[in-house]
């Protein structure tokens, strides 16, 4: 029977989660951090700008901090080797944390919002269509979507690069994922989509779920989209399975799978993992390129770089098909990509929940305390990137990707729940920036502000539809 994500129970094969430490019986020996004069202050704080306020906490700080939001305890923890140890030497010790159960509304029990024990058995069968030697056969389908919008591009006109940036990487998940059958409803998805991601919003604060059963259009709105999507995402496993012809696309690879023991996903299973493709595989990429444009438009001398590798692919000037091999031997574009993930990296905090008390770095971390690690503070630790809030990507020299501590830059993750779609994004986006650079410039419509702000959400976008004049 159908369980649509919005009302489906916590799985019960899931550990249970350890109770929140509230201020009263917190421990003694926390790590430093702010306390707040007044009720709500430092909410008020973490909420105007959270991405600053995480970074002001490791300025002021250092390496890991604690402050109490809602009540319940939080520890900031920055370091490299926190990270590491968080994310894979002790990630057995911590779930997913504050956010994850809204996200679950929406992705169903999907790979970036399972738990163990199923998140693992999941991992493990969905692994192989994502391997280095199944990217070919999308390079050619990316190269192929990205030329057609691109080319669409009028010059002299203004296009709004975030919504264009958005559109052709949900294209090209949809196309990976469904073939064409998804063709029809990509306008559908894209709208819904956009509803869901925003109301998925504020992730960071515990108890946000309890405004989703409020009667107002707003939250309404949040349902009405999670479960038109999970509805799109039946009728096209429905369909495949009456044509009874798996196909080679994604859902056909996640149709055909087995476990070890011979069984299947459930139709159920199949359409949380497809939800959850389309979610985690379009809104990060394009975020990215929004702001890599946005910096190349501030650059020249590295746009003309761009320019010239770009017209010395032959898979670009002279219709040769697009291979891994050859997109991802570029170096300009490689660093580009690198020092936007960097500087802006779409997935800019990971929240955890300890599930028993550990020593992270010489620090303890109680059972229960939620546990923030962030890409957008550590990867402003000037130890390791000079000049930090420039973007520079010529730091991205061999030597610094050698150099680099484990934990010091981790744009995809690490450990069991590393992105699974790394790969595919670096090709992706080397592909769209590539293109798009042998064909035009893009230059900001507005030449005094040439950089968007900031408006992070469960993602760190731009804020606003980033208009660019194509030259
Ligand atoms: C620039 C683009 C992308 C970035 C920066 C990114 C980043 C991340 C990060 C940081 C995580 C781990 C989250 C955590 O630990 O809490 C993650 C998980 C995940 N990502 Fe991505 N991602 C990108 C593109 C993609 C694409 C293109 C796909 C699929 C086509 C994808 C699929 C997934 C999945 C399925 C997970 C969950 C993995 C698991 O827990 O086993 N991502 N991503």
């Not at 899931?14 to 009720?39: C, E, F, K, N, W």
């Not at 520890?75 to 944390?97: L, N």
């Not at 501590?405 to 995809?412: I, L, Q, S, V």
């Amino acid at each position: 029977m159908t369980v649509r994500p919005f009302v489906a129970e916590r799985p019960r094969e899931y550990a249970p989660t350890p109770p929140a430490i509230h201020r009263r019986d917190a421990p003694s020996g926390l790590p430093p951090g702010p306390r707040a004069r007044v009720p709500g202050e430092l909410l008020v704080r973490f909420q105007r700008d959270t991405p600053s306020f995480l970074l002001d906490m490791r300025n002021r700080y250092g390496p890991a901090s604690s402050f109490f939001l809602g009540g319940e305890l939080f520890m900031g923890m920055f370091s490299p080797a926190m990270v590491h140890e968080i994310t894979v030497a002790q990630q057995s010790s911590f779930i997913k944390g504050v956010g994850f159960e809204r996200m679950r509304k929406v992705l169903g029990t999907g790979l970036l919002t399972n738990e163990e024990p199923i998140h693992l058995r999941h991992r493990r069968m969905m692994q192989p269509p994502f391997h280095k030697a199944r990217l070919d056969a999308y390079a050619e389908e990316m190269s192929a979507l990205s030329r057609a919008t691109i080319d669409s591009w009028q010059v002299g006109s203004t296009i709004k690069l975030a919504p264009e940036m958005m559109r052709l990487t949900l294209l090209i998940v949809a196309r990976t994922l469904f073939g064409t059958d998804a063709d029809r409803y990509t306008d559908q998805i894209a709208e819904s989509m956009e509803i869901a991601i925003d109301r998925i919003e504020r992730t960071m604060l515990p108890g946000l779920d309890r405004l989703d059963s409020l009667p107002l259009p707003y939250w309404r709105k949040f349902r009405q989209a999670a479960d038109e999507l999970a509805a799109i995402a039946e009728d096209l496993i429905a369909e495949r399975r009456q044509r009874n012809a798996e196909g080679d696309d994604l859902l056909g690879l996640l149709l055909a799978l087995r476990d070890e023991d011979g069984s299947a996903f459930t139709d159920d299973e199949v359409r949380d993992e497809a939800l959850t493709l389309i979610l985690s595989g379009h809104e990060t990429t394009a975020n990215a390129l929004t702001w890599a444009f946005s910096w190349l438009g501030t650059r020249p001398d590295v746009f003309a770089a761009l320019r010239d590798e770009a017209l010395a692919q032959d898979w670009i000037t002279a219709g040769a098909p697009a291979t891994i091999a050859d997109v991802m031997s570029t170096e300009v574009a490689g660093q580009v990509v690198s020092e936007s993930l960097r500087l802006a990296p779409p997935v800019w905090v990971a929240p955890r929940r300890a599930l028993q008390d550990v020593v992270v770095d010489g620090v303890r971390v109680p059972a229960g305390a939620h546990v923030l690690i962030s890409q957008y503070v550590t990867h402003r630790d000037p130890s390791y990137f000079p000049d930090p809030h420039t973007w520079e990507p010529s730091r991205w020299t061999p030597q610094l990707h050698a150099d680099l501590p484990r934990g010091a830059y981790f744009p995809f993750g690490a450990g069991t729940r590393k992105c699974l779609g790394d790969q595919f994004a670096l090709l992706e986006a080397r592909i769209i920036l590539l293109h798009a650079a042998a064909r035009h410039h893009l230059m900001p419509a507005d030449s005094l502000h040439p950089i968007p702000r900031a408006e992070p959400r469960a993602t760190y976008r731009a804020k606003g539809p980033v208009p660019m004049v194509v030259t």
